[in-house]
């Protein structure tokens, strides 16, 4: 991590309550997420955590509370100003254009890069196609890092669950992200895919100074690639801080092992 | 040998009006794809770009009343395309954005209706007499043909297969290999994912309904330079959906390979067994064709699964 | 062209030096990287590598010296082989997929101070190998993903140690020119380490000389020009790839291609076309069963044209290779299979262009190898090894056979000793085993003969057949080769037969104690009404003893038309009333045959298959499933199998 990026805040979530009909999904939320960091979101099934994801870009309106990303508050986001302002992110259950090669599905994550109108892309001259060629090679470099080189060409239908999973985070590095969005990447990876991932995510942190948003279970793959770590329970927040700390509070213990809440 | 050659002209005159059964039913399957919506209106969008057209072009039409010229060709296929995708914009801001996270049959019938109200207007704007469209393609039996084949075929068949080819090409590679292709494929994969990189679904809308639109436009040229423009110009959309029941509802290739089969199937099937059921067998032989498809190949010859969608 | 290569005599370095002239602006390398096939001129690839040795020079590499180069075929990675031998070193390529332990004591026996690390991975081990070597001094990556943060005083950079190399060449213009100049035919050229399956791994030093020569006999064998394609996809530390890619090549001047990555290889094979082709008997065999599966999936219409046209392939493809006369109708068919199912399947497997493919490193099934003859790829089998910079024999065209392995190309004599190991004496004999002159003097001898460890024949054709491991080859009285693996693999391929055991060193006539396969009789025995309660009452029935009695005297008939073997042929044999059984120590747990045990054990049985006795009692000790231990009795019937007169002269 960039030490001297640290403390500046990318984005923070004040006071987030959403719900859906009578049901709370998140009742008055609030944490931050600094510049360059690796920030976990944990917490049991139904907690909320994937809504928090949806709420920071643009898929659910809370109800109330403001997010303020990159300085600028807003009581809600939308999906494609979330995008075009750098938040990229990948879904709990895969959502890949199943149509689509491996290649083309990751030309899509460079939609917010191209901007050559219909007219020149039509005919694909020109501009267009010089832009076109400049983000395919973006795009070779993202399927260098990713070692997906073999399954170019291969419909991601095809392609098995670990793969598909890697394809996912291709489309969504290939946005250039400022801030990414990661909803249980490893779930259901066997530990050699999961290695894999976390390697990649760590690297993408690293190298490219990626802000990270990761929703996972597997706590040893948390406490080992997190700066900090959030964790949320029936929809509200019970503890933030360092892997360490919220390893040892009391409520998040409580919370894992299912004490019961009245 | 005579004989032979009489089939081969046939065939070829069906398959130049396959072509036009093909680019109706193109506007459907691209429309089709990106939204599940079945558009009821598609060949009344090919009446109503001829009308257009044929308004810039003549003397009588509104342009001239109001600027006191008509246009030259080149300029007003521009325009009626500029007017088509101003069409699609007004659609998805009346009608397709208040209704996105309806039921396909409510979309479907917002469909129906729109047919009604653009024939209404067609017909109040530009009258319902029956409209000679020339923009200067040439009529008559192609010379080349006759000399070197013996073959009869109208010079405005030969182009209009042609311009149905160029435009099929086009529409091939903007879709797999620009920006907005795989932003339209990728909506008519998965919309969720599609909004998280930043396709927006009301751009998307409009410019597949443009490009309906464009395609409807050709259509609207080549029906209308052959038998002039007219009311029962919207009812080729009836023959295109047999041709989508062939062809498979989200398969280009499968519309022009559709379109084609309907198109050569019911010229011959009209020459040679319309004698024996008595004649009229063109207009209804590809909904024979199509039932037989229903029974036996229901997802069509390239289609996915059409049932989960309409 | 071909004249002034002939004249050409040099080290690498050397040789390239005079290629430049004539051919810098062709393509040397090709590499497909981030989805484009991109190309190194001749002239680029020296160029980089020249920087790449002043660099390492100023690195304080010295003649004479090592290094380590560990990754996946590369296009840098043979620079670094070529930067190395200019300056008078040796490259000792590493096996890429090996564990850090393995490669440690390569680099640890080569006495390396640098290694050549392709990427991150490779960096990785180095490192740990570095905590254990502290001689290893600078470790060069040329794939710097992920290598950002590793100590830049011990992991550099290629391209920084080429940007110090064209500073110093700044300075000193014929920095590494004088080095070239320099080197000497008889210097070693490369390290390559052998496996071997007992002890430690030996360093075999091959010398310029070495691979020079060989593989401008080589590229004479076959044709080989400058207009070849070759794709460059087996491990750099195998002697193979070192001449078909970088010592073929170069000689030659054809442009090598390394595939995108070891995941990619099928795809890049059919993206490039090879026009001269390797791969080891296993890579055949899997690429034709995915051929099979393949066509299981297919539809049926599309099934019978290819079960079709393979049948007629079967019939004629081999001998319209070997440019026999075939009838017309038959060509006509095979013409059309060609357009119809082999054309197609062979650009699918990228091996539409293939002019020459070789096969090599151990037995090739012949229904395999007869596979791709026949679908029209000129597929054939070499015999060689690391010692012999690869070759020894090789199958020139129109005389390629599946059950031998070629004649000696031109500059290779073979001798076959007493035992029937095979001796080779050539150009290519390596120099020595590194810092191992014991292993080295039990190899070659004072006048270069090399043993090779293998006992073979030469068959009635002038073909080398090569039959079993020299060491387990024995002789029957009269002074015949008895290779006992050689028979029981043979009586193997029939699948009734589980196990067998050979007998014959120092006896009269050969025999054989047979294990049935109960799945296989079982099945023929429901097929043919024959009843049976168990394992043993199966193997003693007669109709059994008479199924096996076919299997042996077929096998019996194809060894009489063999002078060298015909002794061998099974005179007598019986069925073991048990299966041979790792439980018990009669077979190792991968089940090799413990001969010692079943003498041991079986010492009476095998007295009564040598003196005529029709009958033998036979009483065993086993260890049942559950740990209990018993007795298992039987009389054991011994019967005789026919055998036949030699029906071809020897050799
Ligand atoms: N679109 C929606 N409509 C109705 N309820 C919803 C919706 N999205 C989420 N919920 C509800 O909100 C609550 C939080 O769900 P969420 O998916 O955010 O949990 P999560 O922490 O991601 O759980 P998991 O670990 O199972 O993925 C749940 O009770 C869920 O049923
Ligand atoms: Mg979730």
């Given amino acids: 991590m960039n030490d001297r990026a640290q403390d500046q805040i990318l984005l923070e979530v004040d006071a987030i309550s959403l719900s859906f009909g009578g049901v709370h999904a998140l009742t008055d939320v609030s944490f931050d997420i600094r510049k360059g960091e690796v920030r976990s979101i944990i917490g049991p099934n139904g907690a909320g955590k994937s809504s928090m994801l949806n709420v920071i870009n643009g898929f659910y309106h809370p109800q109330q509370g403001t997010i303020t990303y990159q300085g600028q508050k807003r009581s809600q986001m939308k999906p494609h100003e979330a995008a075009r302002g750098g938040i990229a992110r990948t879904f709990q259950n895969i959502a890949l254009f199943r149509g689509m090669s491996t290649l083309d599905n990751i030309m899509t994550g460079r939609n917010t890069q191209m901007s050559k109108g219909l007219f020149w892309q039509a005919l694909r001259i020109g501009p267009a196609l010089r832009e076109e060629i400049e983000n395919r090679e973006f795009v070779e470099h993202v399927i260098d890092f990713l070692e997906i080189q073999a399954i170019r060409k291969t419909p991601v239908g095809k392609l098995p669950y670990g793969l598909q999973k890697r394809v ?15 909803d249980e990447p490893m779930a259901g990876m066997n530990l050699e895919e999961k290695e894999d991932m976390s390697r990649f995510i760590l690297e993408t942190n690293e190298e490219f100074g990626t802000t990270i948003a990761l929703i996972e279970h597997d706590m040893s793959v948390v406490m080992d690639i997190s700066d900090r770590v959030v964790v949320l329970d029936y929809g509200r927040k019970i503890a933030d801080g360092t892997p360490e700390e919220v390893r040892a509070n009391q409520s998040v213990i409580d919370a894992y092992l299912g004490v019961s809440h009245d | 040998m005579a004989f032979d050659l009489f089939l081969l002209e046939v065939v070829i005159s069906g398959l130049m009006t396959g072509v036009m059964y093909a680019l109706v039913a193109l506007g459907f399957v691209l429309i089709f794809k990106a939204s599940g919506i079945f558009n009821f209106a598609q060949g009344v969008l090919a009446l109503f770009a001829a009308l257009a057209l044929y308004d810039f072009l003549s003397e009588d039409g509104w342009f001239f009343s109001l600027f006191g010229f008509t246009l030259p060709v080149w300029l007003a296929i521009p325009a009626t395309a500029a007017i088509m995708i101003f069409l699609a914009w007004i659609i998805e801001r009346s009608v397709l954005r208040f209704l996105v996270k309806q039921d396909q049959i409510i979309l479907f019938m917002a469909t129906i209706g729109l047919a009604f109200v653009l024939e209404g207007l067609g017909d109040l704007l530009f009258g319902s007499d029956v409209k000679p469209l020339n923009i200067g393609i040439p009529q008559g039996a192609s010379d080349w043909a006759l000399d070197t084949f013996n073959l009869y075929i109208e010079k405005l068949e030969i182009v209009a297969a042609a311009t149905a080819a160029v435009l099929v090409i086009i529409l091939a590679i903007f879709f797999q290999k620009t920006r907005i292709g795989r932003a339209l494929r990728a909506v008519a994969d998965d919309h969720q994912a599609a909004l998280s990189v930043g396709v927006s679904l009301d751009k998307i809308w409009v410019i597949v309904w443009s490009v309906s639109g464009i395609v409807a436009l050709v259509a609207g040229i080549m029906w209308g330079s052959k038998s002039g423009v007219q009311f029962s110009l919207s009812l080729i959309a009836l023959k295109a959906l047999p041709v989508l029941i062939l062809g498979g509802f989200t398969s280009v290739p499968g519309a022009i390979v559709g379109g084609l089969i309907i198109g050569v199937g019911e010229k011959v099937a009209e020459v040679y067994l319309g004698p024996y059921v008595g004649g009229a067998l063109e207009n209804w032989f590809a909904y024979m064709l199509a039932l037989a498809f229903l029974l036996f190949r229901p997802q069509g010859l390239f289609g996915e699964r059409i049932i989960e969608r309409v | 062209m071909s004249d002034s290569t002939e004249s050409l005599m040099g080290t690498f370095p050397q040789l390239l030096k005079v290629r430049l002239q004539r051919d810098g602006d062709r393509p040397a390398m090709r590499e497909k990287a981030y989805g484009i096939w991109q190309t190194w001129t001749l002239n680029e690839f020296c160029n980089e590598a020249t920087a790449l040795a002043a660099g390492l020079s100023d690195l304080g590499f010295q003649r004479g010296e090592t290094l380590v180069i560990i990754g996946d075929n590369r296009p840098r990675l043979y620079g670094a082989m070529l930067a190395v031998q200019s300056l008078g070193g040796i490259p000792v390529p590493a096996y890429q997929d090996s564990v850090a332990e393995e490669i440690q004591y390569v680099v640890e026996h080569a006495e390396a101070r640098f290694i050549v690390a392709e990427n991150q991975e490779q960096v990785d081990k180095s490192l740990e190998i570095k905590e254990h070597c502290p001689r290893v001094e600078k470790i060069i990556y040329c794939d710097p993903k992920g290598l950002r943060k590793y100590d830049p005083n011990v992991v550099v950079d290629i391209q920084e140690v080429m940007k110090r190399g064209r500073n110093a060449l700044a300075k000193t213009p014929d920095l590494v020119d004088q080095e070239i100049a320099a080197g000497r035919l008889s210097d070693p050229a490369i390290i390559l380490y052998t496996s071997g399956t007992t002890g430690r791994p030996k360093g075999v030093v091959l010398t310029h000389e070495n691979l020079v020569v060989t593989a401008k006999n080589a590229n004479a064998f076959d044709n080989i020009t400058a207009d070849e394609e070759t794709l460059a996809y087996l491990p750099m530390a195998w002697v193979g790839d070192n001449a078909f890619s970088f010592a073929m090549g170069l000689v030659a001047g054809f442009c090598v291609n390394c595939p995108e990555s070891s995941s990619t290889v099928a795809q890049n094979l059919r993206e490039i076309g090879p026009t001269y082709y390797f791969a080891p008997p296993r890579v055949f065999e899997s690429v034709l069963t995915s051929v099979m599966i393949r066509m299981k999936d297919a539809g049926p219409f599309k099934q019978r044209l290819f079960n079709y046209f393979m049948a007629v392939a079967k019939r004629t493809g ?26 197609p399947l062979k650009n699918t497997l990228g091996l539409g262009r293939v002019r020459v493919a070789y096969t090599a490193g151990e037995a090739i099934g012949p229904e395999i190898f007869d596979f791709y003859r026949s679908i029209g790829i000129n597929l054939k089998q070499l015999y060689g090894q690391t010692e ?20 000696p190309p031109p500059g290779v004599e073979l001798r076959i000793e007493d035992n029937g190991e095979v001796l080779y004496r050539s150009p290519g004999v390596f120099l020595e085993y590194f810092k191992n002159a014991e292993a080295t003097s039990e190899t070659k001898t004072d006048d270069n003969w090399v043993r090779t460890g293998d006992a073979g024949y030469i068959d009635g054709e002038g073909h080398l057949r090569i039959i079993d491991r020299a060491k387990d080859v024995g002789k029957l009285t009269d002074s015949s080769m008895f290779a006992p693996k050689f028979l029981e693999n043979k009586l193997k391929f029939f699948p009734e037969i589980k196990e067998v055991v050979t007998f014959g060193d120092g006896r009269d006539f050969v025999t054989a104690f047979v294990n049935i396969d109960l799945d296989a009789v079982g099945n023929w025995a429901e097929r043919n009404n024959v009843s049976y309660a168990s394992y043993q009452e199966l193997a003693a029935h007669p109709q059994v003893y008479q199924l096996i009695q076919e299997c042996i005297e077929q096998v019996n008939q194809s060894l009489a038309s063999d002078a060298h073997l015909s002794a061998s042929q099974i005179k007598r044999f019986l069925i073991l009333h048990k299966e041979l059984d790792p439980d018990d120590g009669e077979l190792t747990r991968t089940r090799k045959v413990r001969r010692r045990i079943i003498n041991e054990r079986y010492g009476d049985l095998i007295e009564a298959l040598f003196d005529g006795r029709t009958r033998c009692f036979v009483s065993t000790e086993v260890v049942f499933e559950d740990g209990r231990r018993g007795k298992i009795e039987a009389d054991l019937e011994i019967r005789d199998a026919t055998v036949h007169q030699t029906t071809s002269k020897a050799a």
């Fill in chain 3, 318 to 343: 081999v001998d319209l290779m070997d440019g026999k006369s075939v009838p017309l109708m038959d060509r006509i068919k095979y013409a059309l299979g060609e357009v119809l199912i082999f054309g």
């Fill in chain 3, 388 to 407: 012999a910079t690869v070759f020894i024999t090789m199958q020139p065209d129109g005389l390629v056979r599946s059950e031998s392995v070629g004649t």
């Fill in chain 1, 168 to 182: 996912e985070l291709g489309r969504a590095l290939a946005a250039e992200p400022t801030l990414l969005l990661l």
